[in-house]
């Protein structure tokens, strides 16, 4: 009898503990070794900077509330870091991984772990590497389901999968860089835009490569596509489907059917697709929103493959917008609104007016000044050209004290007012250069209106702010009026994001509460014009408890 209760005893103890257990929140621990691997596209081989020998890197999937390790090691010839793209690392921004900000770079043959905690996030993000060019190749999604005994706000998908678009050059993507650098010109167009590492059957020598998805008649598939491309909007479409967009950069959004998606450099939207349509094969198509004046792009179309089973057809194409098809990314971005009311920020503490586009370098005329008329082309915020450090991190050097660093002068209006989407003077074509930040206090409450210009010629930007959600509270086209466009502000449902493409020759109004203290950068996320000084950074002031202070740094954070 004795033995029996003992028995039924140690097996409550068991079952309880695998309840609890069941229940609990996971630890992830990840390797990821930074290295060459020879691969071939376009009937070309040469080496690539991958992860674990893989391209895409790999795919990072864990639960709201779980914690992450990830230890990094450059095993390639190149410095680098890693970023998570869209997660807030609340109070940690050693683990956010924009090189010379938050960090120095892993250099060869060094290491560096990443931790860090999922803290009320769920959707579908990405991580990059984050040093000059290197996430050409050195990416993977990262999908955060949500906790165990919840579901998504709509009917469970049959199938999940990341759709992580891209481009490909047929050379070393640091020397593209370097070479861009070194004249002053627009870098070269990549030879091929990707769908999962993959050109698509539209090209030569990739039929046999193309991404493939087989689904039954009924089937209802969540797309979570990710935009990992270097310099270029895209526009994503599935032939003959509707998608029903649930979710933008890993916040539920109120769902709505389109044919046509963009996604910017560094955004991700969640689709629904129903794969109600006559049994047969359907192309995935994606190919570039482009807006700038004058200005090379990559044009042609990448696909990959959604075939019912059993299906032996052609693939059908699906049309696709123009590249400059404006009207149809205004449509679409106008659509995307919180799933209900939101709590929007109405005192406003720091109101930032900042304008953003390119500039121009003058220089003597020679191999360094490959610019229009012998310049060298540049990009700024509110006329200041970002300069990144290498004696230190702005984040190191700003817990430390370390003086010559950087300056906290980053102006929040612009110093000289002008028809800044109309004739711009030659005289404001050159940016000055520095590392300026701007200062903010724990819990204040901020809004920027990020304004485009026309020096050399107005373009959509992608602009990403790094730790931080968000609300996008309106856009337009030309220049911002406060008194006018303020009144017309969604203070009532406005989506959340971490990137926001601030329309072409227009402006984009955002607000959020600075409660991560820390060093946030923020910067146009087409890696061309950040290499030009497309960037600025925030330092938000530790509050008054423990939950509101900077966490202490990670004792192997790497050395500059």
């Known amino acids: 009898m004795e033995s029996n209760l003992l028995f039924s005893a140690v097996l409550l103890v068991i079952l309880s503990t695998l309840v609890s257990l069941t229940n609990a929140n996971q630890d992830h621990y990840h390797e990821f070794n930074v290295q060459e691997q020879r691969v071939t596209r376009l009937c070309k081989s040469h080496t690539i900077i991958t992860v674990n020998g893989q391209f895409p890197g790999p795919i990072l999937e864990v639960r709201n509330g779980d914690a992450v390790t990830v230890k990094v090691t450059n095993k390639a010839r190149y410095n680098v870091t890693i970023h998570w793209h869209g997660l807030r690392q609340m109070q940690n921004p050693w683990a956010d991984g924009p090189e010379y900000v938050t960090q120095c770079p892993i250099m060869p043959g060094s290491s560096y772990t990443y931790r860090f905690i999922i803290q009320d996030q769920e959707g579908t993000l990405w991580w990059h590497a984050h040093s000059r060019w290197l996430r050409a190749t050195v990416y993977g999604a990262l999908i955060i389901h949500p906790k165990l005994g919840f579901s998504y706000p709509f009917p469970k998908p049959k199938l999940e999968l990341p759709i992580v678009l891209g481009e490909w050059w047929n050379r070393d993507i640091i020397s593209v860089l370097r070479q861009a650098l070194f004249t002053g010109a627009a870098p070269n167009i990549s030879d091929a835009l990707t769908i999962n590492g993959q050109p698509g059957d539209l090209y030569k020598c990739?039929?046999?490569?193309?991404?493939?998805?087989?689904?039954?008649?009924?089937?209802?598939?969540?797309?979570?596509?990710?935009?990992?491309?270097?310099?270029?909007?895209?526009?994503?479409?599935?032939?003959?489907?509707?998608?029903?967009?649930?979710?933008?950069?890993?916040?539920?959004?109120?769902?709505?059917?389109?044919?046509?998606?963009?996604?910017?450099?560094?955004?991700?939207?969640?689709?629904?697709?129903?794969?109600?349509?006559?049994?047969?094969?359907?192309?995935?198509?994606?190919?570039?929103?482009?807006?700038?004046?004058n200005a090379p792009f990559d044009n042609k179309t990448t696909t990959a493959i959604l075939e019912y089973k059993s299906a032996t057809s052609r693939?059908?194409?699906?049309?696709?917008?123009?590249?400059?098809?404006?009207?149809?990314?205004?449509?679409?971005?106008?659509?995307?609104?919180?799933?209900?009311?939101?709590?929007?920020?109405?005192?406003?503490?720091?109101?930032?007016?900042?304008?953003?586009?390119?500039?121009?370098?003058?220089?003597?005329?020679?191999?360094?000044?490959?610019?229009?008329?012998?310049?060298?082309?540049?990009?700024?915020?509110?006329?200041?050209?970002?300069?990144?450090?290498?004696?230190?991190?702005?984040?190191?050097?700003?817990?430390?004290?370390?003086?010559?660093?950087?300056?906290?002068?980053?102006?929040?209006?612009?110093?000289?007012?002008?028809?800044?989407?109309?004739?711009?003077?030659?005289?404001?074509?050159?940016?000055?250069?520095?590392?300026?930040?701007?200062?903010?206090?724990?819990?204040?409450?901020?809004?920027?209106?990020?304004?485009?210009?026309?020096?050399?010629?107005?373009?959509?930007?992608?602009?990403?702010?790094?730790?931080?959600?968000?609300?996008?509270?309106?856009?337009?086209?030309?220049?911002?009026?406060?008194?006018?466009?303020?009144?017309?502000?969604?203070?009532?449902?406005?989506?959340?994001?971490?990137?926001?493409?601030?329309?072409?020759?227009?402006?984009?109004?955002?607000?959020?509460?600075?409660?991560?203290?820390?060093?946030?950068?923020?910067?146009?996320?087409?890696?061309?014009?950040?290499?030009?000084?497309?960037?600025?950074?925030?330092?938000?002031?530790?509050?008054?408890?423990?939950?509101?202070?900077?966490?202490?740094?990670?004792?192997?954070?790497?050395?500059?």
């Open 206 to 293: 990739s039929q046999q490569g193309t991404v493939r998805y087989s689904v039954n008649s009924g089937d209802t598939v969540l797309l979570r596509v990710i935009n990992a491309a270097l310099n270029q909007q895209l526009f994503f479409t599935v032939a003959n489907h509707k998608l029903t967009v649930v979710a933008t950069d890993a916040v539920y959004t109120k769902p709505f059917t389109t044919n046509i998606i963009m996604v910017g450099p560094g955004q991700t939207t969640d689709v629904l697709l129903t794969a109600n349509q006559k049994p047969g094969r359907y192309y995935m198509a994606a190919r570039a929103y482009a807006t700038a004046r």
């Open 315 to 560: 693939p059908i194409l699906p049309p696709l917008p123009a590249y400059n098809d404006t009207n149809t990314v205004t449509a679409f971005s106008n659509q995307i609104k919180s799933p209900g009311k939101v709590d929007v920020p109405t005192k406003i503490d720091e109101n930032l007016f900042i304008t953003i586009g390119f500039g121009f370098f003058n220089c003597s005329p020679g191999p360094r000044c490959q610019g229009p008329n012998n310049t060298r082309f540049g990009a700024s915020m509110n006329n200041v050209s970002f300069v990144l450090p290498s004696r230190a991190s702005l984040l190191q050097a700003y817990t430390n004290n370390i003086p010559n660093i950087y300056t906290t002068d980053f102006p929040a209006t612009p110093l000289v007012k002008f028809d800044y989407t109309g004739n711009v003077p030659r005289g404001l074509w050159q940016p000055i250069r520095g590392t300026k930040l701007y200062k903010l206090k724990f819990g204040s409450n901020v809004q920027i209106v990020l304004q485009d210009t026309s020096i050399f010629s107005t373009e959509d930007h992608p602009v990403h702010l790094h730790g931080y959600h968000f609300y996008v509270v309106g856009q337009g086209f030309g220049n911002f009026n406060p008194s006018r466009d303020t009144a017309g502000f969604n203070l009532i449902d406005p989506p959340q994001r971490n990137t926001i493409d601030v329309p072409v020759g227009g402006w984009a109004a955002i607000r959020f509460v600075a409660d991560n203290p820390g060093v946030w950068l923020m910067h146009c996320h087409i890696d061309t014009h950040l290499a030009w000084g497309f960037g600025m950074a925030f330092i938000v002031e530790d509050g008054v408890g423990p939950s509101q202070k900077l966490l202490p740094p990670p004792v192997d954070l790497p050395r500059c």
